[in-house]
């Protein structure tokens, strides 16, 4: 099926960081922290603390799921990352790359394609800095930044980018978009014009065109492309040394497939974005491209529950992560989404948690109340798309690690 075989040592990325910012008095890296501020560039990044020797014994009814899952071909493959409480007590890999007896098996330093989890560890995090820094306005009309997207609807202009990130903006949840466009301009054109579903802010509805649009207008903004911007304000400076938009070549031996296109690409896709639009506009879009594994999403976590310092104020994350008050019944924060109810984090996450799901069967969640992180990693959609038993694993997978750890307490 032209998957790779072999797990090489995986290089590690150096990443350089600039003397330049997005507005000449606020020093690269720095974020407003109430009275004082802290600068990421000389402060020292702290890590989960690694204590997860008796990992198969706590959590084994949650392992046994998963590996129960791999069985019934749920997913090939998955990789797990549990902390709490300042702890790493979880990093477990389970399966193969693909179904085939000989598919080289996923390790903790295999790289998985995240999918939408792009949305809140890239898109919705650079709208935080921003804010945090006072270059974004969520409640000034998008089309203030972008103004191809006006239209002939008047409407349009009531959008802002507070509805972008809480998917009230009427948007449509998807369109093929490239199987109308060739390249990233093409495709850029196609979704300034796709017309709004409902009025803004009446309703809200899942929405990648509106996350594609977030992604253009942040980097302008910024005045930076999405992929440069994170790496250089978060992955780089976190340590998630093996994060980033369209991952390089020698990391595709490390990352498992995502799907078998025969349809659109006509190859099998390895090493490169799952999501059709975010490939035609070369792998880095608001919506989807990031790549990455269970330690670092676990790293990511740990600020998150160290309330975003040293990336944000707690003031922003809280911001956020806080589910908004419309439309009525809502379960979206800005870029995060809630516990719902049912919900894919299970029946015991708290209401003030904040999580997101991936299409190509990945999730990460956290619970500020119970300190605690679960990032979930799979390639579900290989070789295609048609298995949905994803999400019956996931809530059994969360509600099994939660009962875990109050066992264990």
């Known amino acids: 099926m032209g998957v790779i075989d072999g797990n090489a040592a995986?290089?590690?990325?150096?990443?350089?960081?600039?003397?330049?910012?997005?507005?000449?008095?606020?020093?690269?890296?720095?974020?407003?922290?109430?009275?004082?501020?802290?600068?990421?560039?000389?402060?020292?990044?702290?890590?989960?603390?690694?204590q997860y020797d008796n990992q198969d014994e706590v959590f084994s009814r949650?392992?046994?799921?998963?590996?129960?899952?791999?069985?019934?071909?749920?997913?090939?493959?998955?990789?797990?990352?549990?902390?709490?409480?300042?702890?790493?007590?979880?990093?477990?890999a389970f399966g193969r790359f693909?179904?085939?007896?000989?598919?080289?098996?996923?390790?903790?330093?295999?790289?998985?394609?995240?999918?939408?989890?792009?949305?809140?560890?890239?898109?919705?995090?650079?709208?935080?800095?921003?804010?945090?820094?006072?270059?974004?306005d969520l409640d000034?009309?998008?089309?203030?930044?972008?103004?191809?997207?006006?239209?002939?609807?008047?409407?349009?202009?009531?959008?802002?980018?507070?509805?972008?990130?809480a998917h009230s903006s009427g948007l449509p949840t998807y369109d093929k978009l490239f199987l109308r466009a060739k390249n990233k301009d093409a495709l850029l054109t196609a979704a300034f014009d796709v017309s709004l579903?409902?009025?803004?802010?009446?309703?809200?509805?899942?929405?990648?065109?509106?996350f594609i649009l977030l992604g253009v207008a942040l980097e302008r903004m910024a005045?930076?492309?999405?992929?440069?911007?994170?790496?250089?304000?978060?992955?780089?400076?976190?340590?998630?040394?093996?994060?980033?938009?369209?991952?390089?070549?020698?990391?595709?031996?490390a990352i498992p497939p995502t799907a078998n296109d025969q349809t659109f690409r006509n190859r099998v896709i390895q090493g490169e974005v799952q999501d059709e639009n975010a490939s035609v506009m070369g792998g880095v879009a608001g919506h989807a491209g990031v790549f990455s594994t269970a330690t670092d999403l676990a790293t990511f976590a740990h600020i998150m529950l160290n309330r975003g310092i040293p990336l944000v104020?707690?003031?922003?994350?809280?911001?956020?992560?806080?589910?908004?008050?419309?439309?009525?019944?809502?379960?979206?924060?800005?870029?995060?989404?809630?516990p719902s109810n049912p919900s894919q984090s299970g029946k015991y996450f708290s209401q003030s948690s904040f999580g997101h799901l991936g299409y190509t069967g990945t999730s990460f969640w956290i619970d500020p109340e119970r300190q605690l992180s679960v990032t979930l990693l799979t390639n579900r959609t290989w070789p295609d798309c048609a298995n949905q038993s994803i999400k019956e694993v996931r809530p059994r997978f969360h509600d099994a690690v939660v009962e875990a750890l109050g066992a264990a307490e």
């Open 10 to 50: 995986l290089p590690c990325v150096l990443y350089v960081k600039e003397a330049v910012c997005y507005k000449r008095d606020i020093p690269l890296g720095t974020a407003r922290m109430g009275k004082g501020s802290l600068d990421i560039s000389t402060s020292t990044t702290h890590y989960p603390l690694v």
């Open 62 to 92: 949650a392992f046994d799921f998963l590996r129960l899952a791999i069985e019934q071909r749920a997913f090939p493959g998955a990789s797990v990352a549990i902390t709490s409480w300042g702890k790493l007590l979880a990093l477990k």
């Open 98 to 136: 693909s179904y085939e007896k000989d598919a080289l098996p996923v390790t903790t330093a295999s790289i998985f394609d995240i999918a939408s989890v792009s949305k809140v560890v890239a898109t919705a995090n650079v709208a935080m800095i921003l804010y945090d820094r006072g270059l974004l």
């Open 140 to 165: 000034i009309p998008v089309v203030g930044v972008l103004p191809e997207f006006a239209g002939k609807d008047a409407s349009r202009r009531e959008v802002t980018f507070r509805m972008l990130l």
């Open 197 to 210: 579903r409902n009025h803004p802010g009446t309703r809200a509805e899942y929405s990648d065109v509106g």
């Open 223 to 253: 005045q930076e492309p999405l992929d440069r911007f994170c790496r250089r304000e978060v992955f780089g400076p976190l340590g998630m040394s093996h994060t980033a938009f369209n991952p390089p070549s020698a990391w595709k031996s």
């Open 313 to 338: 104020s707690p003031e922003t994350l809280a911001r956020f992560t806080k589910r908004e008050n419309s439309p009525t019944g809502t379960s979206r924060a800005l870029g995060w989404d809630t």
